[in-house]
């Protein structure tokens, strides 16, 4: 024996049955589109920053290598540069 009343089914009003609104999801949807980031100037800032410690770093070791051959300490590259008379020696042998 339940105690206390007996719930009854809530039924919805008619009235807001017919005036529902169909709401977009929010989702893009599928096809070619370019979505600009959202932090676009933060990733410049970010790839600018990259860049220069590249350089920086670049330059650092050029100037360590000329001083270590001053001293005739043999320093040299494990691996050899790219530079522009490697890439121009290249374009002699493929012709």
Do not use: C, F, W
């Not at 105690?3 to 977009?24: C, E, F, H, R, T």
């Not at 410690?53 to 650092?60: E, G, L, P, Q, S």
């Not at 290598?65 to 001293?71: F, R, S, V, Y």
Request: zero cysteines.
């Amino acid at each position: 024996m339940p105690q206390g009343k007996l719930k009854k089914k809530v039924s919805v009003p008619s009235a807001s049955k017919k005036s529902k609104v169909v709401k977009s999801s929010g989702k893009t949807k599928k096809g070619a589109r370019s979505i600009a980031p959202r932090k676009q100037q933060l990733q410049q800032n970010q790839k600018l920053k990259t860049n220069l410690h590249k350089a920086i770093n670049r330059h650092i070791e050029k100037e360590v290598i000329l001083q270590a051959g001053k001293n005739n300490t043999g320093l040299s590259y494990l691996t050899k540069p790219k530079s522009e008379s490697d890439k121009s020696s290249k374009k002699k042998t493929s012709s």
